[in-house]
Antibody, heavy 123, light 113 residues
Framework: EVQLLESGGGLVEPGGSLRLSCAASGFMFSTFAMNWVRQAPGKGLEWVSCITGNAGRTFYADAVKGRFTISRDNSRNTLYLQMSSLRAEDTAFYYC????????????????WGQGTLVTVSS | DIVMTQSPDSLAVSLGERATINCKSSQSVLASSNNKNYFAWYQQKPGQPPKLLISWASTRESGVPDRFSGSGSGTDFTLTISSLQAEDVTVYYC?????????FGQGTKLEIK
């Protein structure tokens, strides 16, 4: 059974930093690209970032480029999102999301999602 | 960026009737290299993460009831629920994964008439 368990969310002041983690299990982690998708409370879905299975390529939404860094440790089956220079508009539930296609590349729908971790940016 | 526009924003349908949600992309998401539409539909219930219903515009995911179907190509796509059930009343999103950023539509809220 595929499981994705996010952690690391919380309250942070504007300009601060936070690192999210996602522990994956139930599938061959290194062969799937992984995404972060966020959702502000009561709002729609926003794709944030994707990393290929071998971590060779990363992709970002313009809204977070230069501030967020996606990474993964395939030996630990864990996905990360390092967030810095946080802004109020980054407040959202952050979902760890597994790519649907087993080719390791990013263009893919998402077939499994974690339950999300809430990041609140406020003073 | 490819802009995904869903219509309508909300839709009220009687139980047992057909529900149709549309999604239009600002650019084609059909890849000429493999003739695949890089397009998906998701369902999201309150307090839950989204659930993948349809990928590649028309491929139903395993376990998704066959009353859900996806159609369309290029820039115009449709999600059809052939006979609305009470458990289908929630929010639906489309997404393109043709080019970064992999944008979502704004969502369509489906309600019972």
């Amino acid at each position: 059974e595929v499981q994705l368990l996010e952690s690391g969310g919380g309250l942070v002041e504007p300009g601060g930093s936070l690192r999210l983690s996602c522990a994956a299990s139930g599938f061959m982690f290194s062969t799937f690209a992984m995404n972060w998708v966020r959702q502000a409370p009561g709002k729609g879905l926003e794709w944030v970032s994707c990393i290929t299975g071998n971590a060779g390529r990363t992709f970002y939404a313009d809204a977070v480029k230069g501030r967020f860094t996606i990474s993964r440790d395939n030996s630990r089956n864990t996905l990360y999102l390092q967030m810095s220079s946080l802004r109020a508009e980054d407040t959202a539930f952050y979902y760890c999301a597994k790519a649907d296609v087993n080719v390791g590349s990013c263009p893919s729908s998402v077939d499994y999602w974690g339950q999300g971790t809430l990041v609140t940016v406020s003073s | 960026d490819i802009v995904m526009t869903q219509s309508p924003d909300s839709l009220a349908v009687s139980l047992g009737e057909r529900a149709t949600i549309n999604c239009k992309s600002s650019q084609s998401v059909l890849a000429s290299s493999n003739n695949k539409n890089y397009f998906a539909w998701y369902q999201q219930k309150p307090g839950q993460p989204p659930k993948l219903l349809i990928s590649w515009a028309s491929t139903r995911e395993s376990g998704v009831p066959d009353r859900f179907s996806g159609s369309g190509s290029g820039t115009d796509f449709t999600l059809t629920i052939s006979s609305l059930q009470a458990e289908d009343v929630t929010v639906y999103y489309c997404q393109q994964y043709y080019s970064v950023p992999y944008t979502f539509g704004q969502g369509t809220k489906l309600e019972i008439k």
